[in-house]
């Protein structure tokens, strides 16, 4: 069985840093793209960041030069390191991860239950 699980959220003053893990386990064959997204109370889920599984990453617009986005393939985990937190970065930070689970080439999409980020002003 195939689990996505985020750990490192909390809460910080704004200005602090936090860093998330998303760790996959499981049969897993391959991870292909992996991402981070977030929902606010009364807002829709966005895009934070996402990274190929070769290196290649995207970041949304609110938090370029703030967060940065990374992954161990060896491991199978994605990091978020997130500096100058703001007040409106406060969400529900989710995992969402691309996984091959046999040489089908096949993908499926598997989402984490999510990690509460909140920063007071």
């Known amino acids: 069985q195939v689990q996505v699980v985020e750990s490192g959220g909390g809460l910080v003053q704004a200005g602090g840093s936090l860093r998330l893990s998303c760790a996959a386990s499981?049969?897993?064959?391959?991870?292909?793209?992996m991402a981070w997204y977030r929902q606010a109370p009364g807002k829709q889920r966005e895009l934070v960041a996402g990274?190929?599984?070769?290196?290649?990453?995207n970041y949304a617009d609110s938090v370029k030069g703030r967060f940065t986005i990374s992954r161990d393939n060896a491991k199978n985990v994605m990091y978020l390191q997130m500096n100058s937190l703001k007040p409106e970065d406060t969400a529900v930070y989710l995992c969402?991860?691309?996984?091959?689970?046999?040489?089908?080439?096949?993908?499926?999409?598997?989402w984490g239950q999510g990690t509460q980020v909140t920063v007071s002003s």
């Open positions: 969402n991860a691309h996984l091959q689970l046999d040489s089908s080439r096949r993908q499926y999409s598997y």
């Open positions: 499981g049969s897993i064959f391959s991870i292909n793209y």
């Open positions: 990274i190929a599984s070769g290196g290649t990453t």
